[in-house]
């Protein structure tokens, strides 16, 4: 609907209010913050105070606008990625790009889109290439604001009688970016030259319409060109729907009740996290590392400058102070690198502001007033702030899921102080393991997939209750893991089965949401590039106050198998990997077997009735082991979920086989082997102090493996404090190194 | 708007007894601004020893007041362990999972880690041997201070009152 507009031309000068240019206005929007600590300078919310029941109606419009859009617009997609799971999502900005309302769904990108849009802005895109009512604007790139190429943005001015007053933005994950290998996230390559179709906040479309040469550029660019079009289509739908939202708000309260109602709502949500940090959060500084490891050394499918191990650091540090204000730091993280882990700032502002959505701030008016409230600082040349712009980000995601899991047990040390027990989570698992790959499919066309299981892990244990089982993500807390049928459409591999992988849940008092596995077989294609991903060497998450981390991953493939015969002579196949001390496919399956800790490879080569091991992760634990309930450690065994032979050393549960043949818990025998392992816990145990000395000489010898001393060696020379910090803690020379 | 529970509701929180009614009313309900002491009022009544606590720390552990006025770190069994701007963690014991023997009696093989890339730090309570806390950190990583917290600007600033 074009007609809230005077002109309809390609280019409108100072399309700002009262006449200013955007550049002006944005300008004019951090100055004032600067000065006042306010939004706009916003001491006062009049509609908010004063007409609250009005604030709320206006609010409920435009937020039943933005679910209705993402809800229609689903729809509209074919991409399993965007209507079985969900990947997509909407939000309404001001005309500087702050985020005011937003749909649900993978909701991190709602302040990626704000940082597309300030990027415009920021480099006069009022002039060149013009902003102007029926213009269509995509970004891809995470450098301007995008958490990876595969995150495909579109954006749309909202224009009423030759001003603009806003924004909306949508965004969907693409199934295959058209990158060096297929998927949506493939890697392996050196830097952004093998990313694939990159769009950099680029003018797509007039009149409410796409270029034809632009959706032409995407189909000969990517693999699932029908996918990528389709989503184009359901992103635009959805800004139009949420753009035809606002006129209605307007036609009903009025243009200037509009514009107060969007600069109060921000500087209201500002406003609400100091307000909740003060609630709920405990003031003083956190520290909450983590790591994720990159064995690549021997890996031939990876870029030779890729072709090492290495292990990323990501040393978070939380300091909330007196006024209410919430700083992250990463200083101390290593050196960027050429692989495709690398991250930009905007999708690390964005993950920090999606586990505030799913956190301090689990209210549906969560906005970009958090950004005002917070602050994240990122080490220049380092992995999470690059100072070389051609990085490259396929998979920025692996480096920074792991990287927030402590922030989520930072604040649940707050809530513990605070007394909000019941709000309290040990951190979200990983998501993995990532399949993806392409070649050509089982219908005979070339393609490429991404399998989303992902989306549904373990939850972390929670203070008064155990973990749900494969249920989420920290990218999208609406976790679907979608049909086995509609990925066996989608996907050349058939699924042998789907099911829970016992001992994935991490240990504790409380444990985590038990992770899932799935057994593929590659089947009516003659070859795919299959690619799996995460951590193997480490855990990526961890407990809090005594609980263990769920499992790390492994690699599990058989290449030319003897599925067929076993099929043609109707003997049993393995249906799960299950245990992998006691593996189901070594024990049934003949073949190549490649079963080893490279959870993370390159793209590799597989063929017809191979099979490939796809394990997810649990949720992390949360306290001791031995205070958890002996009847629930004998329902995790008898539920499959815990193998029998764990529940003593883990648990100190001794378990008797009960009349009816289910395992239970013997309870004196259990509190004589706790009572004998809490002894032997201390016999075998040191005073710390004593660690620290000899773990000393290991580092002074430097007796580590030969990644983590060039992770140290990376961080001490990106940060002059981490590195002070460091050798202050080892009693080192000022100029020691490795 | 002002909400405040009893605290038997509380207790049972903590003990993880509330029911799952209960404890959805707790979570998607407004916060009671009186939690804090009323849950240090309960933290107390589970502990055996008197020195008044000024903030739970972590599970079993509290920062108490001494009659001193010193500030330390002290455990549900009463191991005193240092000054609250002190990590604790150096002052309790500790048990390093640095082998595949070690870390597979916990982790089927291939579902925990390599030993060459990360060891389990386990922390230990010294008169209990309650395990508080595991840290999974590389070979040679400092260990970590979890929660350093600033109790003088909570109490004055947020609670609006001295420090008792």
């Known amino acids: 609907m074009l007609n809230k507009v005077k002109a309809a031309d390609s280019r409108i000068a100072n399309i700002g209010w009262e006449g200013k240019t955007l550049r002006q206005m944005l300008k004019e929007s951090d100055d004032i913050f600067d000065r006042t600590g306010h939004y706009q300078g916003l001491k006062d919310l009049k509609i908010r105070n004063g007409q609250p029941i009005l604030y709320e109606k206006i609010f409920s419009h435009l937020r039943g606008g933005l679910v209705n859009a993402r809800s229609t617009a689903l729809n509209i997609s074919a991409s399993p990625i965007v209507k079985e799971i969900g990947e997509l999502s909407f939000a309404l900005y001001t005309p500087e790009g702050e985020s005011v309302a937003l749909s649900t769904g993978i909701i991190v990108h709602v302040h990626t889109m704000a940082d597309a849009i300030k990027y415009m802005i920021r480099n006069n895109y009022e002039q060149n290439p013009g902003i102007a009512p029926g213009h269509v604007f995509c970004n891809n790139n995470s450098m301007i604001g995008d958490v990876h190429t595969a995150d495909v943005h579109t954006l749309i001015p909202i224009f009423w009688e030759g001003e603009l007053i806003g924004w909306a933005g949508g965004v969907t994950h693409e199934i295959d970016v058209g990158g060096i290998q297929p998927g949506s996230m493939c890697y392996g390559h050196a830097d952004r030259y093998g990313d694939g179709l990159l769009v950099s906040a680029e003018l797509v479309g007039t009149n409410d319409l796409f270029h034809e040469d632009y959706l032409q550029r995407c189909r000969d660019n990517v693999r699932a060109e029908m996918y990528w079009v389709l989503d184009e289509k359901t992103r635009l739908t959805g800004c139009q729907l949420v753009r035809e939202q606002v006129y209605r708000t307007i036609e009903e309260v009025g243009l200037e009740t509009y514009k107060s109602f969007i600069r109060e709502a921000v500087e209201e949500g500002r406003r609400t996290l100091i307000g909740k940090v003060k609630q709920m959060a405990f003031p003083g500084e956190y520290e909450a590392p983590t790591f994720i490891d990159l064995p690549w050394k021997d890996d031939e499918t990876v870029h030779p400058l890729a072709r090492k191990d290495t292990m990323m650091h990501a040393p978070l540090r939380m300091k909330i102070t007196g006024d209410g204000h919430m700083g992250l730091s990463f200083d101390g993280a290593n050196q960027w690198d050429y692989h495709s882990f690398n991250c930009a700032p905007s999708p690390m502002q964005g993950a920090m502001w999606v586990q505030l959505t799913q956190t301090l701030w689990n209210s549906d008016k969560i906005n970009d007033g958090a950004y005002y409230a917070t602050s994240i600082e990122l080490p220049k040349g380092s992995w999470c702030n690059p100072d070389y712009d051609k990085v490259s980000t396929t998979l920025t995601w692996f480096f920074l899921i792991p990287s927030f899991t402590g922030f989520v047990r930072s604040l649940a040390r707050s809530y513990f102080a605070r007394g909000y027990l019941e709000e309290i989570s040990a951190s979200y698992p990983c998501t993995w393991n990532l399949l993806q790959g392409g070649g050509i499919n089982h219908f005979g066309q070339p393609s490429a997939f991404t399998n989303f299981e992902i989306s549904c892990q373990g939850t972390g244990a929670a203070y008064v209750k155990d973990g749900e089982a494969a249920c989420a993500a920290m990218w999208n807390p609406e976790g679907d893991m979608g049909e086995v049928e509609t990925w066996e459409h989608l996907e050349p591999l058939l699924y042998l089965g789907r099911g829970r992988k016992a001992n994935t849940s991490g240990a504790g008092k409380y444990r985590g949401g038990c992770g899932a596995e799935s057994l593929r077989m590659l089947f009516k294609t003659q070859s795919q590039i299959l690619f799996s991903a995460g951590e193997g060497h480490v855990f990526s998450s961890a407990g809090v106050f005594g609980g263990y981390p769920g499992n790390s991953g492994y690699r599990h493939n058989v290449h030319n198998s003897n599925m067929k015969e076993l099929a043609a002579a109707k003997a049993p196949y393995p249906t799960l990997d299950g245990d992998p001390e006691n593996s189901a496919i070594s024990a049934m399956v003949k073949g190549d077997e490649v079963f080893d800790l490279n959870q993370m490879t390159g793209p590799h080569p597989f063929g017809e009735y191979d099979l490939y091991a796809s394990v997810q992760r649990g949720g992390p634990g949360l306290g001791d082991p031995l205070e958890r309930d002996p009847a629930s450690v004998a329902g995790d065994v008898n539920a499959g979920e815990l193998l029998e032979r764990f529940a003593k050393p883990i648990y100190g549960v001794v378990l008797t086989k009960g009349a009816d043949g289910r395992l239970q818990a013997d309870l004196a025998a259990t509190q004589t082997e706790r009572a004998a392992m809490r002894k032997r816990r201390l016999e075998r145990a040191v005073d710390t102090k004593d660690f620290i000395a000899r773990e000393r000489e290991r580092v002074l010898a430097g007796n580590i493996n030969a990644p983590i001393r060039a992770m140290y060696q990376s961080s001490m020379k990106l940060s002059t404090r981490w590195a002070a910090h460091f050798r202050n803690f080892w009693s080192l020379a000022d100029d020691f190194s490795f | ?164």
């Open chain 2, 1 to 164: 708007m002002s909400v405040s529970h009893d605290i038997n509701t509380l207790r049972e929180l903590k003990d993880g007894k509330l029911s799952f009614e209960k404890l959805h009313g707790l979570i998607s309900g407004f916060k009671d601004a009186d939690r804090f002491d009323k849950m240090v009022q309960i933290w107390q009544e589970s502990v055996e020893w008197d020195d008044p606590i000024l903030l739970p720390l972590a599970e079993h552990l509290f920062v108490v007041r001494k009659p001193d006025g010193r500030r330390i770190v002290k455990s549900t069994w009463g191991h005193e362990y240092c000054d609250v701007q002190e990590n604790w963690k150096l002052h309790a014991k500790v048990f390093v999972r640095d082998t595949e023997e070690l870390i597979n009696e916990l982790y089927p093989d291939k579902l925990g880690c390599d030993p060459e890339w990360m060891q389990l730090r386990e922390y230990y309570d010294p008169i209990s041997g309650t395990l508080l806390e595991v840290e999974v950190v590389p070979p040679g990583y400092p260990i970590v201070h979890d929660f350093k917290p600033d109790i003088d600007t909570f109490y004055r600033e947020w609670l609006g009152r001295p420090v008792p």
